[in-house]
């Protein structure tokens, strides 16, 4: 493969950034509207299977795990999910179909 039919980066990147965002918006708004039983059981839904590492925690603790793991979580598949996408449309300009 040469360098002109490589998939370019910048997608893929601002698509993990983009999930990573969403999640973290999504997770603040949880943690603002809910209370602390029913939040926790959101973010254990929200983040599974990365959130049975921290099913324990609770308060700031479990926060900052959803943040930190579950962020990075949907930041990968956000990337997969563009990646796959940009790989389909590269193969299917290049065969005219």
Excluded: C, N
């Excluded at 918006?25 to 943690?31: G, R, V």
């Excluded at 099913?55 to 990337?79: C, D, E, I, N, Q």
């Amino acid at each position: 493969m040469s360098r002109r039919d490589e998939l370019p980066r910048a997608p893929v990147k601002r698509a993990f950034v983009a999930a990573f965002l969403l999640h973290t918006l999504a997770l603040a708004w949880i943690w603002t509207r809910y209370g602390q039983g029913a939040r926790g059981g959101l973010v254990v839904w929200m983040d599974l299977p990365w959130s049975l590492a921290y099913l324990g925690k609770s308060g700031r603790t479990l926060l900052t795990w959803s943040s930190l793991v579950g962020g990075a979580w949907w930041g990968f598949l956000g990337a997969l999910f563009a990646r796959l996408l940009g790989r389909l449309a590269h193969r299917t300009r290049a065969t005219g179909r």
